[in-house]
């Protein structure tokens, strides 16, 4: 220490105070929770969670991430070392996040299951075991501009005539991500095709009616995801997408839902209607280091009540549609009107890899005018067939 | 007058004017945008065509800033990142530069190193890092330590070729007489040199701590949920939420806007020594 | 000076450059091993690479924007550093704002050019405003949109050109000015044969710091246009880490990257190193 001033010195000191500061009394149990919320969701998570808080004497830490990001810390914890207790993963990743996650059937009771349904139930389910907790389930439904569309296409021939009349006012999240499947599938689900028959003639069938929309579509659709194009309708320059029920929230608080914005049903096909099944599942990481706590968290949410008072603070449409008359059922009608035609994509092991096919293929027929059969390439195909997938059962939720 | 073109004819004047007023309108009506959608509200930011004077006024964007813990927490994380990588680099930036101003062969391999790691692209780093991190058990820490970690690294050649200049100005003649008197190396670069360098090691602190205030790439792939400033702008903005992206964006040019204002003229030097991206 | 002295440089040498090899260079070269691993040693995380269209769109911009970039960045900072440079008065207030796109913090900027481009952003606001049509400045994989990367991209770091050749541009004797004029050169002879030759090792050592640099751009492009908006190597890597969870195949566009920046950084280093060999400058 002879060697360092008597400033450096007292620095020294005040460094070694500090640090020593850091590591004092020891804080309540922690509970650290990633949610895929936005920052103000998170905030109103924070104050929901204030009851199991108090209750059980611990802090719970919410923090709002993407459900990649949120799958990649589940991946690095199962490796090594992490500190989550708690993720939420996207219904997409559930078959691929099962084997970085701990089962619990033990955790579930009867009248805990009653609370969702079987199909809700079925998608948690790999080899027989539950690795997941409903917590959030979401399915799309159409954004549109009241002001501008006064009357939103309701089927397949209106929702072409709409964008021959009005180019560059729809759009489709086209960026190379899960979402563009999300706002194709109906497509190709009402046409008679399957994610798993890329081949068929419904398959092709969607994708040529695609083709068809691609040069009257917004431009940005190409780089379009969730939350830009959401944006995109807010400032006026999109007037139809398709979106989860956090989009009218958004708009909502902007002020700009139900003045200018409402939600309608996903226009009707061939086959009839459908809208893919989304949204948030719990499940607790491997090597959570409070999984106690967790399962106590878990079984916490897992009540009538609970589940209610979720849906209230969180402003969250799923678990319960809005009673008729009230703002928020005008708001939600869309989503109200698509919950019996709420089908889950493949919770399969090779989901990323066949999705991530079919991105591609999706993006060749819209942005690269590629015909359908030729944009089916061989890696669709292939990707296909490496899947073992089940078909699943569209129904009531 | 060394180097200052005496340019009196008209024309000339009039394109510098025009480039002068350009300068100065192009670094403050940005600005000022980011300030009024920082405190209009949301809907008035959306409106087509955008207005250019607020209509009404509101806290919220800012507010939201501090009352969310995440946002907090991510303030905290950024400016310990910030200081303790800073710290790491300058110190390791000092002993190399010094070896490389002593020494021909510790020049060329320093600065060999240096060269090779500013080649690096974040992305061919970064991807693979985590895992690394991961076994070192601080990949997305809440503390933002692993983070530091690799600011510091980056950070090395900005410090080292900072303080270069101001330790190769260090006569030889005063290290030598300190060593006739008995000092070891050591103690003669810690008592000596280190004081002597104080302006060019204070200004190499001050830059690596911006560097990493400022980082994006490795931030946004190594604290994936114990996110840093420049990220979490970035999910802001991407998300839709104007008005606290507008309030964070302010908030986060404090630090560089200080420090340039501040020190201005001195800096110059310093900047086009050890600029990287 | 001695022994002691030695072993204390050899430290100093060998800690800073194994952390940084350690921290830096080791991952890439981890990323370089595992990008030939795909189910065991293979090539085929390159092969599926070539086989995307979107591969070869960011590889053609990972040369056209950078190059676009330092352009413009050369051509404005020069405007710059000849403008401050010729007034009589230093002016406190011109050189902040000039300094002020560096300053900011990149994310800051990027936002703010997010907020002024975009469709219904403050540019088009001001040209329909004016009675003009609205333009489609980040129209994904159009060439405007890559124009306006560029300026972005550019707008940071402009600063940093101007410093350097303001710098040089003060090394220009004033005699050398002074005899120009009693020669009879007008304003642009005079920047063609006194000041830019004088300026050139100012330049060559810019575009050699800056050049490098300018290939390795990512967070432009994320913020302004997304990933699909104009590719470039580091964002279509980070897309096939992050929306298609493929690591392998994203450290091999990272590799691809690597090998580009090593290729033209080091020619541009042998460039500097024979070029200051024959100017007898320190590069």
């Keep these: 220490m002879h060697l360092l001033g008597p400033s450096k010195r007292s620095l020294f000191l005040a460094l070694a105070v500090l640090l020593a500061g850091c590591r004092a009394t020891p804080a309540p149990e922690q509970l650290n929770i990633a949610l895929a919320v936005f920052p103000d969701e998170a905030a109103r998570y924070d104050r929901f969670v204030a009851d199991f808080e108090s209750q059980h004497h611990v802090h719970v830490n919410v923090l709002a991430q993407t459900y990649t990001d949120i799958l990649q810390a589940m991946r690095v914890q199962a490796a090594s070392r992490g500190s989550l207790d708690l993720v939420e993963l996207d219904l997409a990743m559930l078959g691929e996040a099962h084997e970085y996650a701990q089962p619990l059937d033990q955790i579930v009771s009867p009248s805990a299951r009653a609370l969702f349904s079987n199909e809700a139930w079925n998608a948690a ?105 959401l944006e995109a309708q807010a400032r006026g320059s999109v007037w139809i997408h398709f979106n989860w029920p956090f989009a009218i929230a958004y708009l909502q608080s902007k002020g700009l839902a139900p003045y200018v914005n409402l939600s309608a ?23 959570a280091p409070h999984a106690k706590l967790a399962a106590e968290f878990i079984q916490y949410l897992l009540t009538a009540d609970t589940q209610s008072k979720l849906s209230r603070d969180l402003g969250w449409y ?37 999705s991530d096919q079919w991105r591609r293929a999706i993006r060749g027929v819209l942005f690269d005018d590629a015909a359908p059969a030729s944009a089916i390439a061989a890696s669709v195909l292939k990707a296909a067939d490496r899947c073992d997938c089940a078909e699943n059962a569209s129904g009531e939720l | 007058m060394n180097g200052r ?102 020049q060329r391999v320093g600065f060999s190193t240096v060269s090779g790691i500013r080649l690096l692209p974040m992305i061919a780093v970064a991807i693979p890092l985590g895992t690394i991190l991961a076994t070192l058990g601080v990949y997305d820490s809440p503390s933002g330590i ?68 400022d980082e994006f790439g490795f931030a946004l792939l190594v604290q994936q949920t114990n996110r840093t400033l420049p990220p979490l702008l970035y999910y802001y903005t991407v998300f839709g939420n104007v008005g606290p992206a507008s309030a964070l964006a302010l908030l986060m040019m404090i ?23 | 000076m001695n022994a002691a002295a030695k072993r204390l440089r050899l430290v100093f040498v060998v800690v800073p450059c194994v952390f940084m090899t350690a921290m830096l260079l080791l991952p890439a070269l981890n990323g370089l091993v595992l990008s030939f691993d795909r189910h065991g040693p293979s090539l085929g995380n390159y092969r599926i690479l070539l086989d995307d269209s979107m591969f070869w769109r960011a590889l053609a911009n990972n040369l056209l924007v950078p190059v676009g970039s330092v352009i413009v960045e050369f051509v404005l900072g020069l405007a710059l550093a000849l403008t401050l440079t010729a007034r009589r008065k230093p002016s406190a207030l011109i050189e902040t704002a000039a300094i002020l796109p560096f300053a900011i913090p990149e994310i800051v900027i990027l936002t703010l050019a997010r907020y002024i ?44 050109v101007m410093l350097m050749l303001m710098a040089g541009l003060q090394t220009i004797p004033a005699e050398l000015y002074e005899a120009a004029r009693l020669d009879g050169a007008g304003t642009l002879a005079t920047f063609r044969y006194v000041t830019l030759p004088m300026l050139r090792p100012a330049i060559v050592g810019a575009l050699i710091l800056r050049g490098v640099d300018a290939l390795r751009i990512f967070s432009t492009v994320l913020v302004l246009t997304g990933p699909e908006g104009v590719p470039v190597l580091s ?40 070029y200051s060999r024959a100017t007898g400058a320190m590069a």
């Design chain 1, 125 to 229: 389910t790999i080899d027989r075991r539950l690795y997941f907790i409903p917590h959030r389930l979401m399915w799309q439904a159409m954004i549109y501009n009241r002001v501008e569309v006064p009357n939103p296409p309701a089927t397949w021939d209106d929702l072409a005539r709409f964008a021959r009349e009005h180019p560059g006012r729809l759009a489709i999240k086209g960026a190379r991500y899960e979402g563009a499947v999300c706002d194709v599938m109906p497509f190709v689900w009402t046409a008679g095709g399957t994610e798993c028959e890329p081949n068929s003639p419904g398959s092709i069938r969607a994708l040529d009616f695609m083709r068809q929309l691609a040069p009257d579509l917004n431009d940005e659709s190409a780089v379009f995801r969730e939350m830009s194009v």
């Design chain 2, 146 to 213: 692993g983070l530091a970690i690799v600011h510091a690294a980056i950070a090395i050649p900005t410090a080292a070729l900072t303080i270069y200049a101001s330790f190769a100005a260090i006569p030889l003649e005063i290290e030598e007489a300190a060593w006739i008197d008995g000092a070891s190396p050591l103690r003669i670069f810690l008592t000596i040199d280190l004081p002597m360098a104080r302006a060019a090691i204070a200004t190499a602190l001050i830059l690596c701590f911006i560097l990493s205030w």
């Design chain 2, 5 to 106: 073109a005496r340019d009196d004819n008209g024309a000339g004047r009039t394109a510098r004017f025009a480039l002068e007023a350009f300068v100065i309108a192009a670094a403050v009506l940005p600005l000022y945008l980011l300030a009024k959608q920082s405190v209009s509200p949301e809907l008035e930011t959306f409106a087509w065509p955008p207005h250019w004077l607020p209509h009404r006024l509101t806290l919220d964007h800012f507010l939201s800033v501090f009352e969310v813990n995440e946002l907090r927490g991510a303030i905290l994380r950024s400016l310990a990142v910030a200081a303790i990588s800073a710290a790491i680099a300058t110190t390791l930036g000092a002993m190399l530069a010094h070896a490389m101003a002593r020494s021909a062969i510790a």
């Design chain 1, 265 to 287: 049903p996903i226009p009707a096909g061939p086959d009839g209607r459908a809208t893919p099944l989304g949204g948030g599942y719990l499940a607790i990481p491997n090597s």
């Design chain 1, 318 to 354: 799923g678990t319960v549609p809005p009673p008729t008359g009230t703002e928020d059922a005008q708001l939600y009608s869309g989503y109200t009107a698509m919950r019996q035609f709420v089908r889950a994509r493949p919770t399969v092991d090779c989901y990323a890899d066949l």
């Design chain 3, 235 to 274: 964002t279509y890597s980070y897309s096939l880490w992050d929306d298609a969870q493929k690591p392998h195949e994203a450290m091999a566009a990272s590799m691809i990257l690597a090998l580009l920046v090593t290729i033209i950084g080091s020619s541009r280093l042998l460039f500097a190193a024979r």
């Design chain 2, 255 to 277: 630090p560089a806007v200080i420090v340039v204002v501040a020190l201005g003229p001195s800096l110059r030097g310093a900047l086009t020594a050890g600029s990287s991206r």
């Design chain 3, 117 to 160: 481009f975009m469709p219904r952003g403050y540019l088009n606001g001001t040209l329909v405003t004016a009675g003009m049509h609205a333009l489609p400045w980040l129209s994904p994989r159009s060439s405007l949109a890559m124009l306006t990367v560029i300026v972005v991209d550019a707008w940071h770091v402009t600063p940093i």
